[in-house]
T-cell receptor, first 115, second 114 residues
Framework: DTAVSQTPKYLVTQMGNDKSIKCEQN?????MYWYKQDSKKFLKIMFS???????INETVPNRFSPKSPDKAHLNLHINSLELGDSAVYFC??????????????FGQGTRLTVV | AQSVTQPDIHITVSEGASLELRCNYS??????LFWYVQSPGQGLQLLLK??????LVQGIKGFEAEFKRSQSSFNLRKPSVHWSDAAEYFC????????????FGKGTKLTVNP
């Protein structure tokens, strides 16, 4: 059973298009994240949701809009795609709370290529 | 704000040799520290974590790491590297509570020569 799954795995699209990436976790976690990994492999947080509420929004252009319909799902919609949006986007989840040991579990990533 | 430095961008070792990957962190409170591995085209897999207790932690695939508060370090070690260990390794720091973001280092690429 896949713990954190993202779809699609690969996404090639033209500049100006709108696209979505979906993420689901079956770990029972209450916190989910989107991370971006650039061409130099640097990983940076974009958004974090806890129980469907946005708690971290790290200086991301407002063309990026996350949505969490329930605590097991976190989707990422990107409007008006630009060349610089090309990257690998990782979804992750973790358990929050005083007993948490803080580790995040990651999906396989979505490689977005904007042409 | 927390930060992580991995001084080595690329390390090459021979199969069977020992390995040490360096990680230094900056964090105002007691850190939660992690090492993740990313094989080509794959997601990130947790190798090990430190959040309290024994400063020498054991992980999967024969890896271990030692937390040294005085040096703000959390170096990853393996006594004998296998060809399948070739991958990108990321050190990360987080906070107690689990809903905080992880801050990652820039990664160390490990190449294993036969």
């Amino acid at each position: 059973d896949t713990a954190v799954s993202q779809t699609p795995k690969y996404l090639v699209t033209q500049m100006g298009n709108d696209k979505s990436i979906k993420c689901e976790q079956n770990l029972g976690h209450d916190t989910m994240y989107w991370y971006k990994q650039d061409s130099k492999k640097f990983l940076k947080i974009m958004f974090s949701y806890n129980n469907k509420e946005l708690i971290i929004n790290e200086t991301v252009p407002n063309r990026f809009s996350p949505k969490s319909p329930d605590k097991a799902h976190l989707n990422l919609h990107i409007n008006s795609l630009e060349l610089g949006d090309s990257a690998v986007y990782f979804c992750a989840s973790s358990h929050a709370g005083p007993s948490s040991t803080g580790e995040a579990f990651f999906g396989q990533g979505t490689r977005l290529t904007v042409v | 704000a927390q930060s992580v430095t991995q001084p080595d961008i690329h390390i090459t070792v021979s199969e069977g040799a020992s390995l040490e990957l360096r990680c230094n962190y900056s964090y105002g409170a007691t850190p939660y520290l992690f090492w993740y591995v990313q094989s080509p085209g794959q997601g990130l897999q947790l190798l090990l974590k430190y959040f309290s207790g024994d400063t020498l932690v054991q992980g999967i695939k024969g890896f271990e790491a030692e937390f040294k508060r005085s040096q703000s370090s959390f170096n990853l070690r393996k006594p004998s590297v296998h060809w399948s260990d070739a991958a990108e390794y990321f050190c990360a720091v987080g906070a107690k509570g689990g809903s905080e973001k992880l801050v990652f280092g820039k990664g160390t690429k490990l190449t294993v020569n036969p």
